[in-house]
């Protein structure tokens, strides 16, 4: 097809032609075929009725030209190239100037065999331009250039055939080829311009789909990056914190005065503060770790309330709030455990902001065996349009400024997130000024329980206990070996696992107490296993780590290991070391 680069067509842009290229393509076989074949059956019928040798070139002549388009397109497919492998605008020209010779073929029946004296004829000839261009329009028009190339020279063909005939009637009719022509015309452009805004509205559809997809892209690596600025922020905050908590609790059973215990009393209660915080972000990283599972088990809600009263209750005092607790005999099917922090974190925040009057903890019984733990207050209130939005986290109402001492706006979202752990619904109502009231509902136990009276658990002293210590911290170990020192134990300390396997010889080890992460890329994980290789033995082990980020924690848990994060409160650690103790000894 030489210059066909040179033809000035007009043509819709690269993205909708290629489209409307592709559909004149998909019926290509089909329409070509069905044009070879009228022309055969017209060929027939001329022969019939006027017998014409002539018909015979004009048959070959429409066998050259289809069968070189359809030659064209079947060499393109054998050789599995993309029909259209050239630019769209190449290949519009291509169909534009096949469909031009195919209807000069057609055009040439009308001049030559066109007979005014024959009805037969005449009528064969009028009625297949009139059908051949009325069957090419839904195929050919969503390229309309091509259409009009197609169906131009037939219609012109018909026109002068009539004409030159002189008879009136003729005349008249050959004037309604022309309108004729025109209204396929105006149908073609309305198909194709139909055809290119269904193209454009798929095309912007992709492009919402794609730019909502980018969007969740987005919003998934945000989500990402805030879970691990969290863990790394808190991992590099605890390990300072652990230090010190160690040494101020080795600090407090020295000879010191009044004044300086009293000054020691508030460095701890400054570092309490600060753990209960990163704690907050501890529970979230769990959350979205996913290694937070519910173990239930019967509870009786009066010892709850009166342990979570004991704690919070001075809170409350301190800003001359009332806090009370209903007297409750009823029993709960639930997770000790996590329901305590939920309650915990409600209580907190409702003493947070609320300003007078005072807080109410209560439970009262369902009728569909389940129990409603509540926390009333006297608060500011929550507007109704976030009473759903209070339960993201870093959501704070009048927190503008991001006061700390607020906390960081992940109580309500962890509360509602162990809420949908243990399987219970957490809901509120509140009236802004007047105050709120969260509701939690738990199974109600109908198991009988046995009350204890737990006393608080004493530091007592180990005797005769070998602890080694594996951690890459100077102050950490050495904060380490003060406080188990005291407590009776004999402390092997050590900043890598090689260290250990070269120092320890033959003594009796009874509990490992590792860091998570070591020097050179290591973590405790791999420093128990070499330990507990060498001595061909399972020892109890702690693995104390300041590492929040989900993956480390579903790492660490697959250790047979006591998994305790920093900063780790000394109470916390003697349990810890107890428990393992008693449970290996059995």
């Given amino acids: ?197 269904s193209i454009e509205t798929r095309f912007e559809n992709l492009d919402l789909v794609q730019r909502l997809q980018s969007s969740v892209v987005e919003t998934e690596k945000a989500n990402e990056a805030k879970s691990v600025f969290l863990a790394s922020a808190s991992h590099d905050l605890r390990q300072p914190l652990h230090a010190m908590g160690l040494f101020i609790e080795s600090l407090s059973n020295l000879g010191l005065t009044t004044q300086q215990r009293r000054v020691v009393e508030h460095i701890k209660a400054s570092a309490d503060a600060s753990r209960e915080m990163l704690n907050t972000l501890l529970d979230f990283s769990k959350l979205d770790a996913g290694v937070v599972s519910a173990q239930p088990k019967p509870l009786l809600v009066r010892n709850l309330f009166d342990k979570l009263e004991q704690e919070l209750a001075v809170s409350a005092n301190a800003k001359e709030l009332i806090y009370r607790t209903r007297e409750t005999n009823l029993a709960a099917n639930a997770d000790s455990s ?45 507007p109704k ?105 004999d402390v092997f300390i050590y900043e890598s696992a090689e260290q250990a396997k070269q120092h320890l010889d033959n003594q009796q080890i009874d509990l490992l107490i590792v860091d998570y992460r070591l020097r050179e890329g290591k973590t405790g994980g791999q420093a128990l296993e070499e330990l507990r290789a060498q001595r061909k033995k399972q020892i109890p082990a702690i693995i104390i780590t300041g590492d929040t980020a989900p993956e480390r924690l579903r790492e660490a848990r697959s250790y047979q290991a006591l998994l305790l994060h920093k900063p780790l409160a000394t109470t916390e650690l003697h349990y810890a070391i107890k428990t393992l103790l008693v449970e290996n000894a059995l």
Avoid at 97 to 108: D, E, G, N, Q
Avoid at 467 to 479: F, L
Wanted: charged share 15%; with cysteine; net charge positive.
């Fill in 1 to 197: 097809m030489l210059g066909l680069n040179q033809l000035n067509f007009r043509f819709r842009e690269a993205s909708i032609l290629r489209e409307q290229v592709a559909q004149v393509y998909d019926n290509f076989i089909p329409g070509i075929l069905g044009y070879y074949i009228t022309s055969v059956t017209v060929t027939f019928i001329v022969l019939q009725n006027q017998g014409s040798k002539a018909i015979w070139l004009w048959q070959l002549a429409s066998t050259v030209i289809c069968g070189g388009v359809l030659l064209r397109y079947f060499l393109k497919v054998y050789k599995r190239e993309n029909v259209i492998s050239n630019s769209p605008r190449y290949e519009a020209k291509v169909q534009v100037v096949s469909l031009l010779l195919v209807a000069l073929v057609w055009a040439s029946l009308s001049l030559f065999f066109f007979d005014p004296n024959n009805l037969i004829i005449a009528l064969v000839v009028i009625a297949t331009a009139g059908g051949i261009t009325a069957g090419g329009l839904p195929m050919l028009s969503p390229v309309l250039p091509a259409y009009l190339a197609y169906g131009s020279p037939i219609w012109l063909a018909v026109f002068v055939s009539m004409s030159r005939v002189g008879d009136a009637t003729f005349i008249v009719f050959s004037l309604g080829v022309i309108v004729y022509g025109l209204v396929m015309v105006v149908f073609a452009r309305n198909i194709e311009r139909v055809f290119a805004q």
């Fill in 338 to 382: 996590l329901l305590e922090l939920v309650l915990r974190n409600l209580i907190c925040n409702a003493i947070r902001y609320t300003k007078e009057g005072g807080v109410l903890v209560a439970c009262r019984s369902k009728a569909s065996s389940m129990l409603s733990l509540e926390v009333w207050d006297t608060g500011i209130g929550i």
């Fill in 385 to 489: 349009d976030q009473q759903e939005t209070i339960f993201r986290e870093f959501h704070q109402l009048g927190n503008p400024e991001r006061d700390r001492q607020k906390g960081f706006g992940l109580g309500l979202a962890i509360a509602r997130g162990l809420g949908n752990t243990m399987g219970h619904s957490l809901t509120v109502s509140s009236i802004k000024g007047k105050g709120s009231v969260f509701k939690l509902e738990v199974p109600r136990s109908t198991t009988p329980i046995v009350e204890t009276n737990p006393s608080e658990q004493e530091q007592g002293k180990f005797d005769n206990i070998n602890i080694v210590v594996v951690d890459d911290d100077e102050s950490i170990r050495q904060a380490m070996h003060s406080l188990l020192t005291k407590w009776g134990c």
